[in-house]
């Protein structure tokens, strides 16, 4: 057991820790004489050209990964795209015409209200993209194309590693879409694929550097009953993820909003001591988050803040602070999804809980 957990006390920990290889291994190979290549796509160029419209289904944290990929998709390729749960999509009627990307995301590749949306949208008329970390999955299997993730098997019950997988192959995805619209450039591509391949390392100097704020927050939440998480933009994506990952290992209650959504509900939880944990990372739309934190604290709010190294400001609006590197507001999600991890372990863990096998849940869900 303790040879299979590579050293680490639980296989999250370890997972977590396998995340720049993750990326490393999912980039590899794709930048082809300076164009991006996405071959397992099995679609011309022409037929992806005429995509217009996008709709990302999937289940749980695949789910938010998916969130993520929507800002990417329409800010680079100017395609309308929609996330949703398959749950929800499958029973509803969207629009889907032969020019419709469904694209479903599954770490198990056998959710099933993952798989019957994508027979639904085929039996329509879209076109099916999956992306799974299990070769031969039905979810491959039943997909005109498939993005493995490079995650390998993932064991602990609460998916990390394969978010990011699952992250950094929409995020490719997004970048193709770009290119093949001729919505960005090819000089553009490349940098993208610079900054994008930084983000392993990044990721590794979270790890060895993040330890010691973790605690100090996780001793601070650990005690709590409740948690907000909040974020702006890609913060509030990322958001949902790490208070999904509290609540799943930690059984914390946790939910994730918008910060800009604060006033219209979720302020009136705050008082003495309650923690708020934001996403607040350097991005256009840093200066409306701190003014949202700014009014949390007023009101007594215990504030831990994901930031940008460097950002001395933000310690006037938060008790907490987590510094992670400097990244572009496209790729913020994959390096604050880390410290989020760590966190909401670190939590589990303090309150004694499995961190692996959390009650009621199940790894892959495949009956609705
Ligand atoms: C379960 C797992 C989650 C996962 C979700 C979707 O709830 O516990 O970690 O995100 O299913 O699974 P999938 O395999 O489709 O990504």
Redo the contacts with the bound molecule.
């Keep these: 057991d303790v040879a299979e957990k590579g050293g680490y006390p639980d296989f999250m920990l370890k997972e977590i820790h396998e995340q720049p290889r993750v990326i490393r291994d999912t980039l590899a190979g794709r930048l082809v004489g300076g164009a991006l290549s996405i071959d397992e796509l099995d679609l011309s160029v022409e037929e992806l050209n005429l995509i217009d419209r996008v709709y990302i289904i ?7 990964a998916g969130l993520i990929a929507k800002n990417l998709i329409e800010g680079w390729a100017r395609i309308p795209c929609e996330c949703e749960v ?1 749950s929800e999509f499958r029973y509803r009627n969207p629009i889907i015409t032969p020019t419709t990307l469904v694209v479903a ?7 099933a209200d ?1 798989l019957a949306a994508i027979r639904d949208a085929r039996v329509k008329g879209a076109r099916v993209f999956g992306i ?3 070769v031969g999955s039905p ?1 491959a299997r039943e997909s005109d194309g498939v993005i493995y993730t490079k995650a390998n098997k993932e064991i602990a ?3 990390t590693k ?2 990011l997988g ?1 992250v950094v192959s929409l995020t490719l995805l997004a970048m193709l879409l770009a290119q093949v619209k001729g919505k960005l450039k090819m000089n553009q591509i490349r940098l993208l694929f610079r900054e994008l391949a930084d983000t392993a390392d990044q990721v590794e100097r979270i790890l060895a550097e993040c330890k010691p704020a973790i605690e100090e927050a996780a001793l601070a939440c650990k005690d709590a009953r409740s948690a907000l998480f909040v974020g702006r933009g890609m913060g509030a994506a990322v958001s949902r993820e790490g208070a ?1 990952k509290l609540k ?1 290992i930690s059984y914390l209650h946790a939910e994730s909003y918008p910060a800009g959504e604060m006033k219209h509900g979720p302020i009136a939880l705050i008082d003495e001591g309650f923690p708020v944990i934001a996403v607040a990372t350097k991005s256009p739309v840093y200066d409306k988050l701190v003014s949202n934190l700014q009014e949390s604290k007023a009101r007594g709010a215990m504030v831990v803040a994901i930031a940008t190294e460097g950002d001395e400001e933000i310690r006037k609006h938060a008790d907490h602070v987590i510094y992670i590197p400097k990244v572009r507001d496209a790729f913020s999600a994959i390096t604050a999804s880390v410290p989020l991890q760590l966190l909401a372990r670190a939590i589990a863990v303090a309150r004694g809980c499995d961190v692996d096998q959390p009650r009621n ?5 495949t009956v609705e």
């Design positions: 999937a289940c749980g944290t695949s789910y938010h398959a995301v599954s770490q198990s590749g056998e959710t993952t799974t970390n299990v979810v019950v609460a998916s394969s978010f699952q999904l799943e849940l199940a790894k892959s869900v």
